[in-house]
């Protein structure tokens, strides 16, 4: 497990957009990614496999809460301990940097991450929606 760079990103949003799931938006594109990136470097990590990239995390922290994105792992990957890692370690980093809460968002299409989720305690929240404001 790595840092991810600005180098990573194509490779990137490669493994996100082949992974049934994942839902890609405005602020899934290289110059958004490596501001992210920059400015949450402990938290934004890659998993590699012979050069190439197997596993991504990125971790976001606003000051106050942390925010987990495409936790994703190659499907010639997956159910090795590698999610669970990459999650693992990302969460150790924002609470360093003093996140009290981390929040993170999945598909209502993907049980498949639910129950990863829920397996590793996270909590399902049905008391508030998500609004979104597309700029």
């Known amino acids: 497990m790595e840092l991810a760079t600005p180098a990573d990103i194509p490779a990137m949003l490669e493994l996100w957009r082949a992974a049934p799931g994942v839902s890609l938006g405005a602020g899934d594109n290289e110059i958004s990614l490596a501001v992210l990136i920059e ?58 940097l003093g996140a009290d809460k981390i929040n993170l968002f999945v598909l209502k299409s993907n049980p498949e991450a639910e129950g990863f989720y829920e397996k590793l305690g996270w909590i399902k929240r049905s008391d508030i929606e998500v609004f979104s404001l597309n700029l």
């Not at 925010?67 to 990302?90: C, M, N, P, S, T």
């Open 39 to 96: 400015r949450n470097p402990s938290t934004c990590l890659v998993l590699k496999y012979q050069d190439s990239i197997i596993g991504t995390v990125l971790g976001g922290f606003d000051g106050r809460r942390g925010y987990i994105y495409h936790l994703v792992v190659h499907k010639d990957f997956r159910r090795q301990g590698y999610g669970k890692k990459l999650l693992q370690e990302a969460v150790k980093q924002l609470e360093a």
